[in-house]
């Protein structure tokens, strides 16, 4: 069984900067894909970023540049650095993965129907 908790989220000023995290119960995991995912109220989620196994990664346009997606094999965790954060970025945050053996094949991936296996979320608040 996986497992992904996120941990990391709460209430910034614009500008400001936070630092999500999402465990995984499961080492094996570490081979596959993994991403962050975002919904706000009465909006679609919204793949924010990605990263393969081979360390490649894909952003959305909204957050290129301001946020980046790492992973630290050794402590079986994954990450969400989020800098000059923007009202907009309000949304509750999600880790999602997907092993090496799916259909992504460890490649980096914003389609949130190719991920397994999905935390609880985060809610991050970015006040204006």
């Known amino acids: 069984q996986v497992q992904l908790v996120e941990s990391g989220g709460g209430s910034v000023q614009s500008g400001g900067s936070l630092k999500l995290s999402c465990a995984v119960s499961?080492?094996?995991?570490?081979?596959?894909?993994m991403g962050w995912f975002r919904q706000a109220p009465g909006k679609a989620r919204e793949g924010v970023a990605s990263?393969?196994?081979?360390?490649?990664?894909i952003y959305a346009d909204s957050v290129q540049g301001r946020f980046t997606i790492s992973r630290d094999n050794a402590k079986n965790t994954l990450y969400l650095q989020m800098n000059s954060l923007k009202a907009e970025d309000t949304a509750m945050y999600y880790c999602?993965?997907?092993?090496?053996?799916?259909?992504?094949?460890?490649?980096?991936?914003?389609?949130?129907?190719?991920?397994?296996?999905w935390g609880q979320g985060t809610q991050v608040t970015v006040s204006s």
């Open positions: 999602a993965a997907a092993p090496f053996w799916s259909v992504l094949d460890g490649v980096r991936s914003l389609r949130a129907d190719r991920y397994h296996y």
């Open positions: 990263i393969g196994s081979d360390g490649a990664t």
């Open positions: 499961e080492y094996t995991y570490r081979h596959g894909s």
